[in-house]
């Protein structure tokens, strides 16, 4: 166990930091938000401190599944947009005087894709959990493009109501696979077992 809480405690950090960096990104844009809505404004930062609760819970044995479920999506989510949005909208976010920001940021949002591997073997998968998450992040995807307030607006970028489109898509695609998924956690599980007896 001392490897797989040498794992956890690193991720537990990275996210911390990750967190504290996107609410910086983030914080012109809270300052003229309505404060009833900010818990949907800072969309990556948001997903990686609920990371960083999930998995510090584990660390202290002390795990919530719905909580590990929703983190998981929530950076899969996020992980997907950002590395999407960069793509579709390359000739601004990939152009010389930007690239090398975008680069950093199209890595670390890499990284939130596939970090729940550490998390998706601990969960106890109930059938409500997809649910909740297309419950919580639909709201999200609602007030990011029916209520204005997705990041996106402040750009001159045509075409949002289609990321829009993406997103409510990878919304109910990423939080249904998971379940779907869940038997790949017995493998994840035998990696980490194995990890610790070598």
Known sequence: MKRYKLILSMVFIINILGTIAGFFYYK??????????????????????????????IFLGRKVDALSYLASVAVIKYGFWTLFVI????????????RSFYYLMFALHFGMIIEPVVLLHTINYRRIYPFLAIFWFGINDYLDYVGGYTPLKWFSFQHVGLVG????????VISLGLYLLRDQGKRLEEIFLKLEKA
């Open 28 to 57: 012109w844009q809270l300052e003229i938000t309505p404060k009833i809505v900010w818990a949907f404004i800072p969309d990556s930062p948001g997903s990686t401190f609920m990371f960083a609760i999930a998995v510090g819970l």
């Open 87 to 98: 793509l579709f909208y390359s000739d601004y976010f990939l152009s010389p005087g930007n």
């Open 165 to 172: 489109l993406v997103t409510a898509i990878s919304t109910v």
